[in-house]
């Protein structure tokens, strides 16, 4: 049987350069495609040769939802993976995303932060 791997989440955003722009500082990433949405807005794919996130921006102005983690189907955090966890930290602050939620349990330490949007990032290490 074959794997298959994820190649793309989409996401909501205000605005899809400046994520876009963090995303790339902080985990390397590059702006694989931009432009028009299929329907309304503006979408930026950022990721790597692999996989990417669509960060997609609609037309009108969204207002932030409820909680994802008690909406059913909702998206609840993304997380990357490092080799130095505490240099990634202090490069995420200098962004100024506030840190939190530290933890050391098997298989990995990791973090979290919440980006402009209220998206929840976790930050993990296995090295």
Avoid: C
Avoid at 3 to 27: C, Q, S, Y
Wanted: aromatic share 12%; no cysteine.
């Amino acid at each position: 049987m074959a794997t298959a791997k994820l190649e793309h989440l989409n996401i909501t955003v205000r605005d899809p350069d400046a994520t876009a722009a963090w995303m790339g500082r902080l985990f390397g990433w590059h702006v694989r495609w931009e432009g028009a949405a299929m329907q309304t807005g503006r979408t930026v794919h950022v990721g790597d040769d692999e996989s990417y996130i669509a960060l997609f921006s609609p037309a009108e102005d969204v207002a932030p939802g409820s909680s994802s983690y008690a909406t059913l189907g909702g998206f609840n955090h993304l997380a990357v993976t490092v080799d130095d966890l505490d240099a990634m930290e202090e490069r995420v602050k200098a962004e100024g995303f506030e840190t939190k939620n530290h933890a050391d349990y098997e298989p990995g330490r990791r973090f979290y932060f919440h980006d402009q949007d209220g998206i929840e990032v976790e930050v993990v290490s296995y090295a």
